[in-house]
């Protein structure tokens, strides 16, 4: 089951009105990882972009341990705004991976979304950061459940296992 995309725009009151789905996950990414995002029917997975094989291979794994993904992308950087929105409206799900790019770096406003939200959350990034610049450091990390850095496109994949854990965590310890 491919994931489902969400509209880049939502209503952050989403996460108070729709009941909860505890078994869904939230993908989402920030600036620049929209870039080839969209294929043709019928293409074979050689032929995919990696932006491509990390969706179908996280919907894949993420089927597989009985979860249902949902994701978005924006790369709008007024204030982070679209992507506090989907925060927001993550609280009806039962978990979230974030991938910020380089709003991890600065944005004090993700960070608060993050920490008011309180849907574990598990923040990924493809590269290294910490074997770049010195400031390339994650402002989110203190409010994440994990944070998986440098793994390459697997990455997701890990944090799907753990938000599965977590799921079952929060699962096990609502009466």
């Known amino acids: 089951m491919p994931c489902t995309w969400l509209p880049e725009i939502v209503n ?30 019928n293409v074979k997975e050689e032929d995919l972009t990696p932006n491509q094989l990390i969706e179908d291979r996280a919907a894949k794994t993420a089927e597989s341990m009985g979860l249902k993904l949902v994701a978005a992308q ?14 927001h409206a993550a609280r009806q799900y039962g978990a979230i991976i974030f991938s910020p790019g380089a709003y991890c770096h600065y944005s004090y406003a993700l960070y608060d979304a993050l920490k008011v939200v309180k849907t574990p959350c598990i923040e990924v990034h493809i590269g290294n950061m910490y074997a770049a610049e010195d400031f390339r450091k994650s402002v989110l990390a203190p409010v994440t459940a994990g944070i998986i850095v440098g793994c390459g496109p697997i990455g997701y994949e890990m944090a799907l296992l753990r938000a599965k854990e977590l799921i079952e965590q929060n699962k096990s310890a609502t009466p």
Do not use: A, C, W
């Open 74 to 87: 924006s790369n709008v950087e007024v204030l982070s705004g679209y992507l506090i929105n989907h925060l």
């Open 12 to 41: 952050p009151r989403d996460g108070f009105v729709n009941s909860k789905q505890q078994d869904t996950v939230l993908l989402l990414r920030g600036p620049g990882h929209n870039i080839m995002s969209e294929r043709p029917d």
